[in-house]
């Protein structure tokens, strides 16, 4: 029993650091996106005026009425490059760098023990067992990551140009403590809980997939399953679509968590938020950023769930 469990920590700690090196180097290699992202979804981006030309409907003269349009990526981006410096593109990636694996760790461990506990109250492998699972899971993770996305969200919104000094991590955290107390590690919580649903569509769909291909899977003569490089690139395009479809599914809630961690907003509550950007700035603004969100997400997240499907066929493998 002693070598059993010893066998069975080791594993758990093994899929975790492999789980933990690939989304650290998925968090490094994507940070400029998710600065963009941030940026894009922002209430602080400057709008672009425009004067657009309509025709009255009982004289045919034409009037003239005030627009906006909102910044490209690439707009974007060269604002950053010119005002603030090629630096500013990796704000907030030291507690992206904290962060990222315990979260892997917390949400991996936490989907697997609830695999377990549904599979026993549900059909086992069902839909419902998937997407409770993923539910939960992103519920632990979020409850217990928030104040560190917190800081990285307002770290990714500080405006400073060339020469200022910005704010670290810690000295970030500090004031966010000064201005609004613990709860203000709390802010947009509530936005990230709506946001499990994305996690739960990517999952059903992703398990729903995974089932497809392993019934499609090459029978060996001893009927055994065989796994081959094609199958886990077949996995990495089903996480990838799987992501895809979610990500554009569930994306508001991302905008509507931007705004109420802005600072000294006049974004209170989750749905009041909503209303506002809906009022004001019409339905079009809860996209915004989505461009390199799906850059950023979709093959990270196909390289983690590929990585940790080849980590699990190696250890069943070892056994």
């Known amino acids: 029993l002693e070598n059993n469990s010893n066998t069975t920590l080791e594993t758990f700690l093994f899929k975790n650091t ?23 979804q922002s209430s602080g981006l400057t709008l672009r005026p425009i004067f657009q030309v309509q025709l009255g409907t009982l004289s045919g003269t034409g009037v003239i009425r005030p627009g906006a349009v909102t910044p490209g990526l690439l707009q974007v981006l060269r604002s950053i490059l ?75 919104l500080e405006k400073k140009s060339r020469g200022e000094k910005k704010m670290n991590a810690l000295q970030c955290a500090r004031y966010v403590y000064k201005t609004e107390g613990v709860r203000g590690f709390y802010r947009g919580l509530t936005a990230s809980y709506a946001g499990i649903s994305e996690t739960m569509i990517c999952f059903l769909i992703y398990e729903t997939l995974k089932k497809h291909l392993a019934n499609n899977q090459f029978t060996s003569p001893n009927n055994e399953k065989e796994k081959g490089a094609s199958d886990f690139l077949s996995l990495m395009m089903a996480a990838a679509f799987s992501k895809g479809c979610a990500s554009c599914i569930a994306y508001p809630h991302e905008v509507i968590r931007t705004r109420l961690r802005e600072e000294g907003c006049k974004y209170k509550y989750f749905f009041q938020t909503g209303r506002l950007i809906a009022v004001e700035e019409g339905y079009a603004a809860f996209y915004r950023g989505l461009v390199p969100q799906l850059i950023r997400q979709i093959p990270n997240t196909a390289i983690v769930l590929s990585t940790y499907e080849l980590i699990v066929h190696l250890l069943g493998e070892s056994k």
């Open 82 to 156: 010119e005002k603030e410096g090629p630096r500013s593109l990796f704000r907030g990636l030291g507690p992206n760098l904290v962060g990222v694996a315990p979260s892997r760790a917390i949400y991996f461990a936490a989907y697997s023990k609830s695999k377990e506990m549904f599979n026993g109250l549900f059909v086992p492998n069902s839909g419902a067992v998937h997407m409770s699972s993923a539910g939960v899971a992103a519920f632990v993770t979020n409850s217990l990551m928030n104040p560190i996305w917190m800081v990285k969200t307002r770290m990714q």
């Open 18 to 40: 492999c789980i933990e090196c690939s989304g650290t180097v998925g968090a490094i290699v994507t940070c400029p996106l998710e600065v963009l992202k941030t940026r894009l």
